[in-house]
Every structure is written in structure tokens, then in C-alpha cells.
């Protein structure tokens, strides 16, 4: 089935059923990991018929792939309001905690996401959220400093690739409360020296 007759899931069973869909792959690769994700098993553990599941989606790499969009934009939009909410350096930590929240589960599985979200996108992935992003608080979020486009390159850039390479190396067993804590020195030592700097 062509990508062009796929269903979209514009009505609300067609929501549920694409929810019931992720949600079985994620409790599938929780429980038995990348390897022993198949679209049988994921039609099973959600409930719907595998003639069903491939209406909406290709093969499991194109649902991991919409899992972890939907879980970027998600996050996205958490970070805007955060920022049009309350634009100072007491705002980085809940950032920091969207962006970590958005890919939840085993390293196995947060990999999984983030690889499926890469290889799909390509490397213009980040670049479309750069811009999203930038589109959800344009004119909304009033900062209390400016931020020229290299500065918020790097913002959007360093947490998420961040978090993409402890992804990959899950034998480091890295602490996400002291990874958290790391994050948000990181981003608030970056904030703080660029209103340093144009102040001078």
C-alpha cells in the first residue's frame, strides 16, 4: 500500500487505534527489545488486526518513527509554553526535563526511538524542529536576551545530541537525576555567559 493511501488518523477510533499501536510497541521493546519487535506482535499486544495496523504504517521502523515525532513535538511544545510562561534562567530546568522525558524506557528503547526519528528524518531532523520551534515562540516568548541564530543552534542542539549519544551508550549506566542536574549546568553556564557577554 502506497504512503499516499495510508490512513491518516483524522478521527478519534483512528487516534485510538494509532495510540494503541504505540503503546504496544513500546511495551514490546521494554520487554523484549528491538530485536523481537514485529508488526505481528504489535497488532496482537494492541488489539487490532495486522491488516489494520499496515493502513496506518509500513513496518515497525515507520512506527518507531512516529512514535518519537510525535513524542519531539510533544516536547516542543512543552518547551515553548515554558519559555512564553517565564523566559529567565529558572526555566531551564524544566526544559531540560522535557527534553529528557521525551524519549522515556530502557536505553534499548530510548535508542531505538532516536535512531527510527534520525534515520527517517534524516539530518535535516533537527533543523525542522529548530524551526518549529522557533515558529512556536516567535513574537510570544519575550527573553531577557538575545539570542543570535548561532547561540539558539546551539541551545536546541547540545542537550538533544546529548542525550541521543547517552542513548547509545547504555554500558556507561549514566544517572538521568545527576545527567539532569549536569544538563541544566550546561545550559544555564551557556545562558549566563551570553548575557555576560552582551552586556559588555
Same mark, same amino acid.
Given at each position: 500500500?502506497?504512503?499516499?493511501?495510508? =490512513?491518516?488518523?483524522?478521527?478519534?477510533?483512528a487516534?485510538?487505534?494509532?495510540?494503541?499501536i504505540?503503546?504496544?510497541t513500546?511495551?514490546?521493546?521494554?520487554t523484549?527489545?528491538?530485536?523481537?519487535?514485529?508488526?505481528?506482535? !504489535?497488532?496482537?499486544?494492541? #488489539?487490532?488486526? %495486522?491488516?489494520?495496523?499496515?493502513?496506518?504504517?509500513?513496518?515497525?521502523?515507520?512506527?518507531?518513527?512516529?512514535?518519537?515525532?510525535?513524542?519531539a513535538?510533544?516536547?516542543?511544545?512543552?518547551?515553548?509554553?515554558t519559555?512564553?510562561?517565564?523566559?529567565?534562567? #529558572? /526555566?531551564?530546568?524544566p !526544559?531540560?526535563?522535557?527534553?529528557?522525558?521525551?524519549?522515556? #524506557? /530502557?536505553p534499548?528503547? =530510548?535508542?531505538?526511538?532516536?535512531?527510527?526519528?534520525? @534515520?527517517?528524518?534524516? @539530518?535535516?531532523?533537527?533543523?525542522?524542529?529548530?524551526? *518549529?520551534?522557533?515558529?512556536? %515562540?516567535?513574537?510570544?516568548a519575550?527573553?531577557?536576551? @538575545?539570542?543570535?541564530?548561532?547561540s539558539?543552534?546551539?541551545?536546541?542542539?547540545a542537550?538533544?545530541?546529548?542525550?541521543?549519544? *547517552?542513548?547509545?551508550?547504555p554500558?556507561?549506566?549514566?544517572s538521568? *537525576?545527576?545527567?539532569? @542536574?549536569?544538563?541544566v549546568?550546561?545550559?544555564?553556564?551557556?545562558? /549566563?555567559?551570553?548575557?555576560?557577554?552582551?552586556?559588555?
Amino acid at each position: 500500500m502506497s504512503e499516499k493511501k495510508r =490512513r491518516k488518523p483524522a478521527q478519534a477510533r483512528a487516534e485510538a487505534t494509532v495510540e494503541a499501536i504505540f503503546d504496544a510497541t513500546f511495551q514490546l521493546l521494554e520487554t523484549g527489545g528491538l530485536d523481537a519487535l514485529t508488526t505481528n506482535h !504489535i497488532a496482537q499486544r494492541a #488489539g487490532v488486526s %495486522i491488516g489494520t495496523l499496515y493502513q496506518y504504517f509500513g513496518g515497525k521502523q515507520q512506527i518507531l518513527a512516529a512514535m518519537a515525532q510525535r513524542r519531539a513535538e510533544a516536547a516542543r511544545g512543552k518547551i515553548a509554553q515554558t519559555l512564553i510562561a517565564a523566559p529567565q534562567l #529558572g /526555566s531551564v530546568r524544566p !526544559i531540560v526535563q522535557a527534553l529528557m522525558a521525551t524519549f522515556q #524506557g /530502557s536505553p534499548e528503547t =530510548r535508542k531505538a526511538l532516536l535512531d527510527a526519528l534520525f @534515520d527517517h528524518g534524516g @539530518d535535516a531532523v533537527m533543523l525542522r524542529h529548530h524551526q *518549529a520551534f522557533l515558529a512556536a %515562540i516567535g513574537g510570544k516568548a519575550q527573553l531577557n536576551l @538575545d539570542l543570535s541564530p548561532e547561540s539558539l543552534f546551539v541551545l536546541t542542539h547540545a542537550v538533544a545530541g546529548l542525550l541521543r549519544a *547517552a542513548a547509545a551508550e547504555p554500558d556507561l549506566n549514566l544517572s538521568p *537525576a545527576v545527567l539532569e @542536574d549536569e544538563f541544566v549546568l550546561l545550559m544555564e553556564s551557556y545562558l /549566563s555567559a551570553l548575557i555576560a557577554r552582551g552586556r559588555r
